[in-house]
């Protein structure tokens, strides 16, 4: 008899040792979020709204229900521009392509995304 209580007793700690170290990982993975080279993040905390500081790339920690980051690429991209040009005195017209290569301004982000958060879900700038 002395023996089953002594393992009931085992399972029962195992089963609460289990339990918190599977809470544990839950609310590390929650806290941890990962920016990709070639990105950057604007972190949302509901009481500050969006912040001013911008996050690199690597991992980083947040606040699980308080903050939420949103994650934007920022490398470099090219955009084609077509155009037909020609002389007004001329009959022929020639097809023109431009190549602009361009990236974004993070400012402009931060400023999109305090915006949007305010018109449509009503949180402070």
Same mark, same amino acid.
């Given at each position: 008899?002395?023996?089953?209580?002594? $393992? =009931?007793? @085992?399972?029962?700690?195992?089963?609460?040792?289990?339990?918190?170290? %599977?809470? !544990?990982?839950?609310? *590390?993975?929650?806290?941890?979020?990962?920016?990709?080279?070639?990105?950057? $993040? =604007?972190? @949302?905390?509901?009481?500050?709204?969006?912040?001013?500081?911008?996050? %690199?790339? !690597?991992?980083?920690? *947040?606040?699980?229900?308080?903050?939420?980051?949103?994650?934007?690429?920022?490398?470099?991209?090219?955009?084609?521009?077509?155009?037909?040009?020609?002389?007004?005195? %001329?009959?022929?017209?020639?097809?023109?392509?431009?190549?602009?290569?361009?990236?974004?301004?993070?400012?402009?982000?931060?400023?999109?995304?305090?915006?949007?958060?305010?018109?449509?879900?009503?949180?402070?700038?």
């Amino acid at each position: 008899m002395g023996s089953s209580q002594q $393992a =009931v007793s @085992f399972l029962t700690n195992l089963a609460r040792a289990a339990f918190g170290l %599977g809470v !544990g990982a839950a609310v *590390l993975n929650s806290s941890l979020y990962t920016v990709d080279g070639g990105e950057k $993040a =604007v972190l @949302f905390d509901r009481f500050r709204g969006v912040l001013d500081q911008t996050v %690199g790339e !690597g991992t980083h920690f *947040l606040i699980p229900w308080l903050q939420k980051p949103f994650i934007f690429d920022i490398r470099t991209r090219p955009h084609q521009f077509s155009s037909v040009s020609g002389t007004s005195i %001329g009959s022929y017209l020639a097809p023109k392509t431009y190549l602009v290569v361009g990236y974004e301004n993070l400012s402009e982000f931060q400023m999109l995304m305090r915006g949007f958060l305010y018109v449509f879900c009503g949180y402070p700038i």
